[in-house]
């Protein structure tokens, strides 16, 4: 059974009717926020792929490329972390362009499922960041480079609960920034090397307040590999 401190009040309620929990309130129907989600990840990538055109003739510039990372991630508000719901692996995809020299522009997107316990009962929640970044980079040696930036994010949060035979999920959108640095060991036209980052997001505020606001704050450590174009 899995279900949180805001599902174990609302158990006693019809399967057809909407839930608004405090931990995961949104207001939205999951229909709109998955068109939502859709139109942001095309939006993201309209942006790489414009600047990609800008200079399709030129040869391709080292931090410029797709990659697919995997890292440790870490919650570090209070309530997440006093309910096992901070740590987890958090999976994603990341891809670059080359806008002027040495800046690049780009996107990640990425999903992390941390699982804990809340009032004694199994939760489960799945946190999906989707980020525009931009970049320096600086290749101190030949086939290592060094990068520093930092970006905005949507940052989507949902729950699915189950309990005394009914199911309850929500989702609610947060707004975000983060900073970041990559070291990267290349080969011809691969690479691989490792990451690290600080994400804030807003604050989640319970609807009645049993539930203390909290954020998905959050440090990711881990390594990453791809291809330049």
């Not at 009914?166 to 490792?194: K, R, T």
């Amino acid at each position: 059974m899995k279900t949180s401190l805001s599902a174990l009040r609302t158990a006693s309620r019809p399967r057809n009717e909407r839930w608004d929990p405090v931990l995961f309130y949104s207001g939205q129907d999951p229909a709109s926020v998955s068109g939502a989600l859709r139109m942001i990840l095309l939006a993201l990538l309209a942006v790489l792929l414009a600047c990609t055109a800008a200079r399709s003739e030129e040869k391709a510039i080292l931090g410029e490329g797709l990659a697919l990372k995997m890292d440790y991630i870490d919650f570090t508000d209070g309530f997440l972390s006093n309910n096992g719901l901070d740590k987890s692996v958090y999976v994603g995809l990341e891809a670059y362009a080359h806008v002027a020299q040495p800046i690049y522009l780009g996107v990640e997107a990425g999903v992390a499922n941390p699982s804990g316990t809340v009032g004694g009962q199994r939760t489960e929640l799945t946190y999906v960041p989707i980020e525009l970044n931009v970049k320096y980079v600086n290749e101190f040696m030949p086939g290592t480079n060094f990068s520093v930036g930092g970006g905005m994010s949507a940052n989507h949060v949902s729950e699915t609960v189950v309990s005394a035979g009914n199911v309850f999920s929500d989702n609610a959108w947060l707004l975000g920034g983060q900073i970041f640095s990559e070291l990267l060991f290349s080969s011809g036209n691969f690479f691989a090397g490792f990451n690290v980052k600080y994400q804030f997001t807003d604050n989640m505020v319970g609807a009645d307040g049993a539930v203390p606001a909290h954020r998905f704050s959050n440090w990711r450590l881990g390594g990453l590999g791809g291809f330049y174009f």
